[in-house]
T-cell receptor
Framework: KQEVTQIPAALSVPEGENLVLNCSFT??????LQWFRQDPGKGLTSLLL?????REQTSGRLNASLDKSSGRSTLYIAASQPGDSATYLC???????????FGKGTRLSVIA | GAGVSQSPSNKVTEKGKDVELRCDPI?????LYWYRQSLGQGLEFLIY????????KSGLPSDRFSAERTGGSVSTLTIQRTQQEDSAVYLC?????????????FGSGTQLSVL
């Protein structure tokens, strides 16, 4: 059974810092990995989707990497802004099948 | 529609009552998911619909929970004889095809409180 772990559970940084969020998964036979953002009281917004054949994806100040063999992904946020404050979740398909299994998320606070 | 729509946004009910939660997926999306998010917990998968295939009900926590999807579009999640531990945010998501290959689009959720 796929299990997803995210470290740290919470992170507070000053505005402008670069930061890295970590995600690990137990079953490396995945089709893809997605990173989501969740604002308080809201649903999830998909940020980046990395296919299993890819090593990284970039969108603006966000860069996600994937190392399938080690069961790890990182989300790099450059030049953080207070508007980046949210909970970030990673998710992978369950072993060989849908649906997505989610980590518990990292709660990020960017202080102005 | 422009996005995944869920209703109601908030629902307060008494223990033992039945509740129905509604999800309108993005038009044309064939895959629909229900997840549950409890305070301080991750998202827990409940049920998955893909086109006309039999739904994957493997995540439903008990036989008090059921869901249907009419006409391949709107879905209703029903919880019978609600218990306090059912209190959570219920999230619906849809995707245009096979979810394992494509992005999921989530609704804003229904906050269920069972008193």
């Amino acid at each position: 059974k796929q299990e997803v772990t995210q470290i740290p559970a919470a992170l507070s940084v000053p505005e402008g810092e670069n930061l890295v969020l970590n995600c690990s998964f137990t079953d490396s036979a995945i089709y893809n990995l997605q990173w989501f953002r969740q604002d308080p009281g809201k649903g999830l917004t998909s940020l980046l989707l990395i296919q299993s054949s890819q090593r990284e994806q970039t969108s603006g100040r966000l860069n996600a990497s994937l190392d399938k063999s080690s069961g790890r992904s990182t989300l790099y946020i450059a030049a953080s802004q207070p508007g980046d404050s949210a909970t970030y979740l990673c998710a992978v398909p369950n072993s060989g099948n849908t649906p997505l299994v989610f980590g518990k998320g990292t709660r990020l606070s960017v202080i102005a | 529609g422009a996005g995944v729509s869920q209703s109601p946004s908030n629902k307060v009910t008494e223990k033992g009552k039945d509740v129905e939660l509604r999800c309108d997926p993005i038009s044309g999306h064939t895959a629909l998911y229900w997840y549950r998010q409890s305070l301080g917990q991750g998202l827990e998968f409940l049920i998955y619909f893909q086109g006309n295939s039999a739904p994957d009900k493997s995540g439903l926590p008990s036989d008090r929970f059921s869901a249907e999807r009419t006409g391949g579009s709107v879905s209703t999640l029903t919880i019978q004889r609600t218990q306090q531990e059912d209190s959570a945010v219920y999230l619906c998501a849809s995707s245009s095809g096979h979810g394992r290959l494509e992005k999921l689009f989530f609704g804003s959720g229904t906050q269920l409180s069972v008193l």
